[in-house]
T-cell receptor, first 114, second 111 residues
Framework: DGGITQSPKYLFRKEGQNVTLSCEQN?????MYWYRQDPGQGLRLIYY???????QKGDIAEGYSVSREKKESFPLTVTSAQKNPTAFYLC?????????????FGPGTRLTVT | QKEVEQDPGPLSVPEGAIVSLNCTYS??????FMWYRQYSRKGPELLMY????GNKEDGRFTAQVDKSSKYISLFIRDSQPSDSATYLCAMSAAGRRALTFGSGTRLQVQP
């Protein structure tokens, strides 16, 4: 089965703890992305990566970190510095389409921090 | 002001109706336009991708882009209860790696 997997589906953490969200794709896409979605809001870009060992900050990178050691994997760490981490996190991979990328999303991880 | 504006809805229509979903944008550099469908608590699913102005049809879905007005639309013909979801528009400029998303319109199709 080709696709994007995110785990876990639901994640609960105490305030002050770092937490890592997993994202794996077997679509052989070069680009990968992390978004955050809050109720009533669109998707906001956290980080993205075009190639292995390279990534760029998105619009709301503060309090998050990523790595891209393998083409298939792009884990996101939500650090204790993120002031409001409770949200729905979406990972996507990108297929080159003309001058942009078609993005294909995983099922998401719902993080709750108390 | 947001780069991409989208009415949040909810938009409620009877089964079989033609649905029109719309986005406006302010960045004239946007050339690539996409529509995603998102069911509750799921990841968005790519429905349509269009480049520059014009129409594109795929089954019951038609995407329309009017760059002169900075306005894009998604039409759904013969709407079904299974079309009930949030529809997100997304767009990007040439060379930009990431998409800019609207906040989504929630559609409810009543049986």
């Amino acid at each position: 089965d080709g696709g994007i997997t995110q785990s876990p589906k639901y994640l609960f953490r105490k305030e002050g703890q770092n937490v890592t969200l997993s994202c794996e794709q077997n679509l052989n896409h070069d680009a990968m992305y992390w978004y955050r979605q809050d109720p009533g809001q669109g998707l906001r870009l956290i980080y993205y990566s075009q190639i292995v060992n390279d990534f760029q900050k998105g619009d709301i990178a503060e309090g998050y970190s990523v790595s891209r050691e393998k083409k298939e994997s792009f884990p996101l760490t939500v650090t204790s510095a993120q002031k409001n981490p409770t949200a729905f996190y979406l990972c996507a991979s990108g297929l080159r389409a003309g001058g942009t990328y078609e993005q294909y999303f995983g099922p998401g991880t719902r993080l709750t921090v108390t | 002001q947001k780069e991409v504006e989208q009415d949040p809805g909810p938009l409620s229509v009877p089964e079989g109706a033609i649905v029109s979903l719309n986005c406006t944008y302010s960045n004239s550099a946007f050339q690539y336009f996409m529509w995603y469908r998102q069911y509750s608590r799921k990841g968005p699913e790519l429905l349509m991708y269009t480049y520059s102005s014009g129409n594109k049809e795929d089954g019951r879905f038609t995407a329309q882009v009017d760059k002169s007005s900075k306005y894009i639309s998604l039409f759904i013909r013969d709407s079904q209860p299974s079309d009930s979801a949030t529809y997100l528009c997304a767009m990007s400029a040439a060379g930009r790696r990431a998409l800019t998303f609207g906040s989504g319109t929630r559609l409810q199709v009543q049986p």
